[in-house]
């Protein structure tokens, strides 16, 4: 059973920083496509950035220049810097991987930014 795990949420101020990690596991292939997405109190799931086993990578404008995914150590591990964190970054992050017609997803992790 794929699972997906993900770490690294907490309080922070604004203007402060937090690194997200993703690892996948119980899978017997490698993620075509890994990436985050978020969900704010009252409002619909958004994209936020992906990147391709091949190392492409795409960005919502929200976040671009900010926000940075880079692929883990591990196989189907992805970790997600966040620079310049703003109250409106505030979501549960849910990591995600892709395979074929397959989207898996994570728990979620809490990331609140706040004074």
């Known amino acids: 059973q794929v699972q997906l795990v993900e770490s690294g949420g907490n309080l922070v101020q604004p203007g402060g920083s937090l690194r997200l990690s993703c690892a996948a596991s119980?899978?017997?292939?490698?993620?075509?496509?890994m990436g985050w997405y978020r969900q704010a109190p009252g409002k619909q799931r958004e994209f936020v950035v992906s990147?391709?086993?091949?190392?492409?990578?795409n960005y919502a404008d929200s976040v671009r220049g900010r926000f940075t995914i880079s692929r883990g150590n591990g196989e189907n591990t992805v970790n997600l810097r966040m620079n310049s964190l703003k109250p409106e970054d505030t979501a549960v992050y849910y990591c995600?991987?892709?395979?074929?017609?397959?989207?898996?997803w994570g728990q979620g992790t809490q990331v609140t930014v706040s004074s």
């Open positions: 995600n991987c892709d395979y074929r017609w397959m989207r898996y």
């Open positions: 119980g899978t017997s292939f490698s993620c075509n496509v």
């Open positions: 990147i391709t086993n091949g190392g492409s990578t």
